[in-house]
């Protein structure tokens, strides 16, 4: 930029042209996605106070002594000389008049810059939205340039804390409801982790829900921030809120929280202004909020989005097809309890800039995003769909492409769905657990602690099994209302009972029970809590007429749980209706053709082939489960039982030495007086495959070879 250029009075107001994003790490942004953000500190440092300073312009003096305070004046104006020129060469992208320069004043052209801090300081009550901005400490990057830039710096900060506070307080205040108030206490902690009303606020929300232990997991909350942060416990005044929460009426009536202290009155610069057409819309921070308050039996979960699908080379008779497959997933989505599902219809509302997969996490506050495409080729359609990671780098965690005839689309998007779903749920699931497992002990939740079990649950390694137990325990501990930390406790003691850990199996095989029965009890609408109930019925309780009734309820909650599918087959396989068996345990295989886990729930195809009298198909089964996890004793019993009617010695002998490594007390009467199988015939049948296997009768008998 030539100097007449740069001394020319300021343009008038334009379009908006590049975008900075001072909160969290800085970012800037052309309209067309080009980063414009300078390569040095104090580059990024002038361009943000610049940014900072608007509508006024910054004086070029005090840009001096902010990041030069140690130097002279003339030597402090030279170095502010040579940043200038910098920024000016790193913003060519965006053209050459968006900065301003004049002798004594620097400024960003009225109106060619969104930036984030403005959007915060011009939030009100009535347009609260812009608030989700404020995830992270101002310029969180930019600390220790200078000693008057760190002070500024601070001030800065705690000037745009205060703002926010202030506003999420007045919120605060106007809610009248538990819905309506535990998003905006979580936010209001999100801007002031120590602040106390907030917590309160949110305990008796909960409480007036009948969540108690979700009230009590945030007074534990409270009390561990007050104790980092402020070396402080939690005043009278929370502390009588949580023994009314645990005394024996729970269920609070919701109450306005009271008033904060009164703030002093913000600088003049920073009074609340129209925001502008670019701005977030409320309904875009309302989406993530109500998807919250959907939730239930869970204090944390994955948030997903769902975006509006593309249509790729269809008419105007498809239009409908790819509003209605997201719906449709949106809707099967939240039948799992464990997640928040976000439908992202107002994403057309977003800035062009911002339709991407960082604006959309910025914009909607989630953690996934499901899109995909519909294609349309003569009678038959390809519907593409993937699951995007937000938080590593909007990394494709899983993809899947599916063609079918398009005579009847409603089905067609009921299938579709349904395996989407199934699909989506273990592996979501999995990448949660394996993020926890990265992070810290140090403050862990319940739910956090069930994240980090559930890896060691499926290794079948005893050693970090009993980890798993552990965490599993203090999970229940912590929040003894906490439903799904009951239902994976449950689990966690049939695997110890199946795997023959247990020292006291009969004492571990009450306590799964106990587990079980207390997880349905705290969330009846759990479909996984119902299945897992089920099943430590039928497989340690050998009671699966029983367990029907639960493996039904869970399917009618959530028909796409592939879990359901399969534990239910199986327990019509222990009463002999191999038949039905069949059919629930291959749709649990068209449903998750790749479960993460298929080691434990292809076991069934291993029980219903022996039982079936179709050997061969349940070695096939056998070798497929071994190959996947060799340490899973369940998976061996019928798979040596099918190798016994074969005469397959020499890999019986295999299986059996594996067998034996995991239980060495297993017997043929420890077999018949565990097993769940109900019909006399097919124990008898069972019990000859393995004594052909060469199982001895007792423990202790001859010795395996």
Request: charged share 25%.
């Amino acid at each position: 930029m030539s100097s007449a250029t740069a001394q020319r009075q300021p343009p008038a107001q334009g379009p908006t042209i590049i975008r900075l994003r001072l909160i969290g790490q800085m970012e800037a942004w052309t309209l067309t996605s080009e980063s414009v953000l300078p390569s040095g500190r104090k580059t990024r440092a002038l361009l943000a106070a610049i940014a900072l300073a608007a509508p006024r312009p910054a004086l070029r003096g005090r840009l001096a002594e902010l990041l030069w305070s140690r130097r002279p004046e003339e030597q402090a104006r030279a170095s502010l000389r040579q940043e200038i020129h910098r920024l000016l060469d790193v913003l060519t992208p965006a053209g050459d008049d968006i900065l301003i320069v004049t002798r004594d004043h620097l400024q960003l052209r009225p109106g060619a810059a969104w930036v984030d801090v403005e959007e915060v300081l011009r939030a009100t009550v009535q347009e609260p939205a812009p608030l989700s901005l404020l995830d992270g400490d101002l310029l969180e990057d930019l600390d220790g340039i200078d000693p008057a830039w760190d002070a500024y710096l601070a001030a800065e900060r705690e000037r745009l804390r205060d703002r926010a506070r202030a506003l999420a307080e007045a919120l605060l205040r106007e809610q009248a409801e538990p819905e309506g108030t535990i998003p905006v206490a979580q936010q209001l902690l999100n801007i002031d982790r120590a602040h106390e009303g907030a917590w309160r606020a949110l305990m008796r929300a909960h409480a007036a829900r009948g969540e108690r232990g979700m009230a009590i997991q945030a007074y534990e909350r409270c009390r561990a921030v007050l104790a980092d942060l402020l070396d402080t416990s939690p005043s009278a005044e929370t502390q009588k809120l949580l023994a009314e929460i645990r005394g024996p009426n729970p269920r609070l009536q919701p109450r306005r929280p009271p008033p904060p202290p009164e703030m002093p009155d913000a600088p003049e610069e920073a009074d609340p202004a129209p925001v502008r057409d670019h701005a977030a819309p409320a309904a875009v921070a309302e989406e993530p909020a109500r998807a919250r308050r959907e939730a239930r039996g869970m204090r944390g979960g994955a948030r997903i989005g769902i975006a509006p699908f593309q249509m790729v080379g269809t008419g105007p008779e498809d239009a409908h097809l790819a509003p209605g497959l997201a719906g449709e997933i949106t809707t099967a989505l939240s039948r799992f309890r464990w997640m928040f599902v976000v439908l992202l219809g107002s994403l057309d509302r977003l800035p062009a800039d911002q339709r991407n997969e960082r604006g959309i996490r910025q914009n909607f506050a989630i953690d996934f995003l499901v899109d995909g495409t519909v294609q349309r080729v003569g009678t038959r359609l390809r519907v593409t769909i993937r699951l995007v990671d937000l938080r590593n780098n909007n990394q494709i965690v899983w993809a899947r492409r599916f063609d079918r005839q398009a005579h009847d689309l409603l089905t067609l998007q009921d299938e579709i769905a349904a395996e989407v779903v199934a699909q989506i749920d273990p592996e979501v699931l999995l990448i949660e657990a394996n993020r926890v497992a990265t992070q810290p002990l140090v403050d862990a939740t319940a739910y956090d602690l069930v994240l980090r079990a559930l890896p060691l649950i499926w290794r079948m390694d005893r050693e970090p099994y009993m980890d798993a137990g552990t965490y599993l325990a203090r999970a229940v501990e912590l929040e003894p209302e906490y439903a799904a930390a009951q239902a994976w406790y449950a689990v966690w003691h049939v695997f110890y009972i199946g795997q023959g850990w247990a020292s006291e199996p009969v004492q571990a095989l009450e306590r799964a029970g106990q587990l079980a029965e207390r997880a349905v009890a705290l969330d009846p609408q759990d479909a996984r809590g119902l299945t897992i109930a089920g099943h430590v019925r039928a497989f340690l309780h050998r009671r699966p007429r029983e367990a029907l009734a639960l493996h039904d309820r869970a399917l009618h909650l959530n028909p796409n749980l592939a879990m359901a599918w399969n534990l239910s087959g199986v327990a019509h396989a222990y009463l002999g209706n191999l038949e039905e068996a069949e059919i629930r345990i291959n749709r649990y295989k068209r449903l998750s053709p790749l479960d993460p886990h298929a080691f434990f729930f292809d076991t069934a195809f291993i029980i219903l082939g022996l039982l079936k009298r179709d050997y061969e198909s349940a070695v096939v089964a056998g070798r497929a489960v071994s190959e996947m996890n060799p340490s899973f004793s369940a998976a061996c019993k019928p798979y040596l039982a099918a190798l016994g009617h074969l005469n397959y010695r020499q890999e019986a002998a295999v299986v059996r030495r594996r067998l034996f490594s995991i239980e060495p007390n297993f017997s043929i009467r420890q077999f018949i007086r565990s097993t769940p199988i109900d019909r006399m015939e097919d124990r008898e049948h069972y019990v000859h495959g393995l004594r052909l296997a060469g199982v001895p009768e007792e423990s202790g008998g001859a010795t395996p070879d």
